[in-house]
């Protein structure tokens, strides 16, 4: 068990710019979690996806923001056209859907910063 | 819509002592999650409590659920520096979907001092 990795750990970016981050999971789970965590708060649900469907939205996705799960293992979330306010810590968590009771696994997240 | 509070917000207390976490949510839930978070990394997990009088002990940690009142505690037994961090908990909303999406409350800074 090599837990969930993302990929980057950090990301500087100017303003309008574009943005892609790797999730690769915990190999045998079959859903998979996008959050949002701004400094001093909680993560925020962004996506989830159980294998390669995307099941379900948050009303915090807007339209420049878009994930897929094209083969069911590895998922990439893109930011189109970056604004400040996207600055924050994205993370990934995985967890096993045939037992909805276990927690979610959590990666390290990535950092992004907007210039 | 989903909201869970934690109290307090930040706490300091000295080593030995015994302190109490509070996460209060406002739906129906029974399942219930914290976790703990260490500065500038992830999220680790602690306890996931599925049932009304649910309790579970780990080392110094013992966390409980009550869903009649929509309340989980998080109890500190004779806090050690080590568990100087910040504690989540997270509540799945039993009225949505089945993808068992996390909304977790605000978090509890703590600082165990000398």
């Known amino acids: 068990d090599t837990g969930v990795s993302q990929d980057p750990r950090h990301k500087i970016t100017k303003r309008g710019q574009n943005v892609t981050f790797r999730c690769d999971p915990i190999s045998e789970h079959n859903r998979l979690y996008w959050y949002r965590q701004t400094l001093g708060q909680g993560p925020e649900f962004l996506t989830y996806f159980q294998n390669e469907a995307q099941l379900e939205k948050s009303r915090l996705l807007s339209d420049r923001f878009s994930a897929e799960r094209p083969k069911g293992s590895f998922s990439t979330l893109e930011i189109q056209r970056t604004e400040q306010g996207d600055s924050a810590m994205y993370l990934c968590a995985s967890t096993d859907g045939t037992n909805s009771n276990q927690p979610q696994h959590f990666g390290d997240g990535t950092r992004l910063s907007i210039l | 819509e989903l909201k869970v509070e934690q109290n307090p917000l930040f706490l300091s207390m000295q080593e030995g002592k015994n302190y109490t976490i509070y996460c209060n949510y406002s739906t129906t839930s029974d399942r219930l999650y914290w976790y703990r978070q260490d500065p500038g990394k992830s999220l680790e997990s602690l306890f996931v409590?599925?049932?009304?009088?649910a309790v579970k002990q780990e080392g110094r940690l013992m966390a409980s659920l009550d869903t009649k009142a929509r309340l989980s505690t998080l109890h500190i037994t004779a806090a050690v520096h080590d568990l100087s961090a910040t504690y989540f908990c997270?509540?799945?909303?039993?009225?949505?979907?089945?993808?068992?999406?996390?909304?977790f409350g605000g978090g509890t800074r703590l600082m165990v001092k000398p």
């Open positions: 409590l599925l049932s009304n009088g």
């Open positions: 997270a509540v799945v909303d039993r009225h949505t979907d089945a993808g068992n999406m996390l909304t």
